[in-house]
């Protein structure tokens, strides 16, 4: 089965006060984890990340790396939720998903303080 991914995957930012809400879903969209990260320290930057994923679900390895990314390059406290999910994934495509979402992250990033 060849899909394209990039069509089916989405970001949807969220502000929320001075926070930011990042949603990152595809094919049949659910929550299977989210992090939040948040400033512990601000010279330098330090960033703590708490997680919580539903039993089954592998997500949380991604959504803890995007909020950590996002909260340290906006100085502001962001949470990531994610939940993507296609039948009958080859390890190729799981790699390829893995890699169009690091992109979207990295394009959301782009220009922004």
Known sequence: MTANYAEALTLEEIEVGRDKLIIIKGGEAHIGAVST?????NNPIRVKVETMSVPGH?????TEKFARQ???HLCQTVT??????FD???RSEID???????SM???FLEGKV
């Open 96 to 102: 390829q998903i893995v890699s169009l979402t690091e």
């Open 105 to 107: 992250v990295a394009s």
């Open 70 to 72: 996002c909260a340290e």
């Open 80 to 85: 990531v939720v994610m939940g993507i999910h």
């Open 37 to 41: 990260a948040y400033l512990v320290h």
């Open 58 to 62: 592998k997500e949380h390895l991604l």
């Open 88 to 90: 009958h994934l080859q």
